[in-house]
């Protein structure tokens, strides 16, 4: 009796081990240290990725500017036009942005944590002009004109 109870003691034992490491699975798969390379949904919490290069035309209202990075690397965005705002009051989302350069009614936005960074914009009619930077580099990866109708 005893060396069946201690079989169902060590059973019970492995199965709480591979309960644990399945969840330390989990948490290193959803800590989001694990991502490779610099990624751009197509949608974000807010809405239709503004990052997505196949937008192009859309119609006026609530977009995300949603990237998914590294750890270490950083983008930068420059968003341009008189036909875009973002709520002041909402959380960071992994976004910093800088002063509004009144010349070109731009701003630079730079990312401030690796994993997902998601940021809340609305955009009206007009076209918005959108230039990504990888890292400190001067000259834009691309850049793209969303018509917004």
């Known amino acids: 009796m005893l060396v069946a109870e201690g079989i169902q003691n060590d059973t019970k034992i492995i199965s709480k081990l591979d309960d ?5 699975n989990k948490i290193y798969e ?78 630079i936005f730079t990312t401030i944590k690796y994993g997902r960074s998601d940021f809340k914009l609305y955009l009206k009619k007009g076209k918005t002009e959108i230039k990504l930077f990888i890292g400190n580099n001067k000259k834009p990866k691309w850049t793209k004109t969303i018509q917004v109708e």
Do not use: C
């Open 30 to 107: 959803s800590d989001e240290s694990n991502i490779e390379y610099i990624s751009f949904p197509d949608n974000g919490n807010f809405g239709e990725n503004i990052l997505d290069k196949k937008l192009s035309k859309i119609k006026s209202g609530t977009y995300s500017m949603i990237a998914i990075l590294p750890k270490n690397k950083i983008i930068k965005v420059k968003i341009s036009g008189d036909n875009w705002s973002f709520p002041m009051g909402q959380p960071i989302g992994g976004w910093d942005y800088s002063n509004l350069d009144n010349n070109d009614i731009s701003r």
């Open 20 to 24: 644990v490491g399945h969840k330390v």
